[in-house]
Nanobody
Framework: EVQLVDSGGDLVQPGGSLRLSCAASEFTFSTHIMSWVRQAPGKGFEWVSTINTGGGSATYAEAVKGRFTISRDNAKNTLYLQMNNLKAEDTAVYFC?????????????WGQGTKVTDSS
């Protein structure tokens, strides 16, 4: 069974940094596009970033562009999200997700989520 395990969430002050990780197992990680998605308290899911299979190309939501960096280590089957200059509005549960093409890009597996909270 495909597994995605999110970690790294914490209390953080505005302006601080945090790195989230997503450990993948039971599938060929290097052949799948991966994304980070977040859900703020009381709100819907919001796409954050996507990275291609080799790690050389990434896209970001406007709200995080220039502050967040997605990366991956295919040798370690791990996806990362480096978050810098955090803002109160970044408070959310962050999920990694595997992407699948089926008449459109879908999110077919999700991590359990890791919580990032503004400590101010």
């Amino acid at each position: 069974e495909v597994q995605l395990v999110d970690s790294g969430g914490d209390l953080v002050q505005p302006g601080g940094s945090l790195r989230l990780s997503c450990a993948a197992s039971e599938f060929t990680f290097s052949t799948h596009i991966m994304s980070w998605v977040r859900q703020a308290p009381g709100k819907g899911f919001e796409w954050v970033s996507t990275i291609n299979t080799g790690g050389g190309s990434a896209t970001y939501a406007e709200a995080v562009k220039g502050r967040f960096t997605i990366s991956r280590d295919n040798a370690k089957n791990t996806l990362y999200l480096q978050m810098n200059n955090l803002k109160a509005e970044d408070t959310a549960v962050y999920f990694c997700s595997r992407r699948k093409w089926d008449s459109g890009w879908l999110y077919d597996y999700w991590g359990q989520g890791t919580k990032v909270t503004d400590s101010s």
